[in-house]
Structures are given as structure tokens and as C-alpha cells.
């Protein structure tokens, strides 16, 4: 299955894109490769302005009868990291409704009543961005090839550069 989300890359799957044999590394070569991980994400948030949120019991709005259709604030959203609520009551995806993780749009399979109370919980953050996984890849590779332990920001990969130029949200 192939990886979606940042949060999913390990040490094992660094080592495979770099074409290491992870069985013969020794605990000191995982680590490093768990640090140039670590390094490669802490560029994309500083680059993008995009940080990893929880985001709990958001009130998204409230049943009039007529609407099905309601949002979450913050989207993107982290893929399969929501849980919506009516009244307090958990309700199950493609059952009692369909969430679109780009857009945060809710749309209730049976509408909700009117005074009916609708509320969010759900993940914003790296995650979101599944191009974010090749943008992270490179930079590891980069780092690991030039044996360095930071992203040299003034001689970026063009790739890179442009992956999170569409997603930076420090326009500053």
C-alpha cells in the first residue's frame, strides 16, 4: 500500500527509497535516518506555516430542517481524522454521512432536524498534503546524499520548491 501521509514514513521506508538494505543498517545509521525524518519535517512546517492541530468539538452549525449540507473551518483536512457529532452522538461515514477532507464539507444523508446541534472533531496538519510525502522523500534524499543535517533553503530542489510554494501559507 503505498504511503499517503507524512506521519506514515519510518526509517524502513527511508532506507528503501534511498536503496539501503535496512537489515544490515545498524542502530546508529536508523537513527540518523530517523533525524534527517525529523529534520525534513520541520522544514516543510517552517517553509509552509502548516502545523500539525487537533481540532475538538468545532460546532460546525445547527439543524434547520433544511440543510444537509455544512463545513468544517479549517481544511484541509487530515484524511479519515474526523468524527462528526449530532447532538453528542458519534455518526458513522457513508452511513448517516459523507465528508469531503479537501473542501470539509459534511453532507448528512438524512437531513438534521431543526435546534439539532452539529459538531467536529478532526486533524489539520502535514498530513492533509499527500504530496507532502514526495516533497519529504527528496529532502531526506538531498540531506542524506550531501551528508548534511539541514535543508540548505537557497539551493532547493526546483520539485520541492514548487510543491510547497503551492501550499505555503507564510506569504510574508
Known amino acids: ?47 509552509t506555516g502548516i502545523n500539525d492541530v487537533d481540532v475538538s468539538n468545532e460546532v460546525v452549525g445547527t439543524g434547520d430542517g433544511a440543510r444537509s449540507v455544512f463545513n468544517v473551518l479549517c481544511t484541509p ?36 432536524v431543526l435546534g439539532d446541534a452539529i459538531a467536529a472533531d478532526y486533524k489539520i496538519g502535514l498530513d492533509a498534503y499527500a504530496d507532502f510525502v514526495i516533497v519529504v522523500y527528496i529532502l531526506v534524499q538531498d540531506m542524506y546524499d550531501n551528508r548534511t543535517l539541514y535543508v540548505d533553503k537557497n539551493n532547493l530542489n526546483k520539485v520541492v520548491d514548487t510543491i510547497l510554494g503551492m501550499h505555503s501559507i507564510n506569504l510574508l
Open 77 to 112: 483536512v487530515v484524511p479519515d481524522s474526523q468524527t462528526i457529532y449530532v447532538n453528542e452522538v458519534a455518526k458513522a461515514e457513508d452511513t448517516d454521512y459523507s465528508f469531503n477532507d479537501t473542501s470539509g464539507a459534511i453532507g448528512f444523508k438524512t437531513v438534521p
Open 1 to 47: 500500500m503505498p504511503i499517503t501521509k507524512v506521519s506514515e514514513i519510518t526509517n524502513l521506508e527511508l532506507a528503501e527509497y534511498l536503496r539501503l538494505e535496512h537489515a544490515d543498517l545498524t542502530d546508529v545509521e536508523k537513527a540518523e535516518l530517523d533525524t534527517l525524518l525529523n529534520v525534513a519535517k520541520s522544514f516543510v512546517r517552517a517553509y
